[in-house]
């Protein structure tokens, strides 16, 4: 019985905090992000830079978890600090095209943040010719 007690108190503690500005356990927001980069053609060996703009368009401060490429030839790169609502941050993915097929690409990243649903994915897409 004073588990759930102290368990309850705890919650309440958490939830009873308010500011826009404060990340809150729980809290759900709502972003919009442009789901294709397109990075037209590029040489085999060339690096593909993305950037992504993230915009939060919710009530509290989106808070960006986990950025992950599909492959290992996908590094991608998360804001490390919220996104108040009503800014703006930058996902970074570079794609390193020594390491993928000739031809039309696509990679992907995971976004994974306190948003509904929680997963969202974007696209990297190019051309990638070799040099004859």
Not at 6 to 28: H, P
Not at 66 to 84: H, M, R
Request: glycine share 8%.
């Amino acid at each position: 019985m004073k588990k759930i007690l102290f368990i309850s108190s705890v919650l309440f503690l958490f939830s009873a905090c308010s500011g826009s500005d404060k990340v809150e356990i729980g809290n759900k927001t709502t972003m919009l992000v442009n789901p294709v980069y397109d990075g037209g053609t590029v040489v085999k060996g060339e690096l593909i830079t993305a950037k992504f703009v993230v915009e939060n368009t919710g009530k509290y401060p989106l808070v960006i978890a986990e950025v992950k490429g599909s492959c290992t030839c996908t590094v991608a790169e998360k804001p490390e600090d919220p996104i108040l609502p009503g800014k703006s941050g930058i996902i970074k993915a570079v794609v390193d095209t020594d390491r993928t097929a000739t031809g039309m690409i696509s990679k992907s990243v995971r976004i994974v943040a306190n948003t509904e649903p929680s997963v969202t994915e974007v696209a990297i897409k190019a051309t990638v010719k070799s040099i004859k």
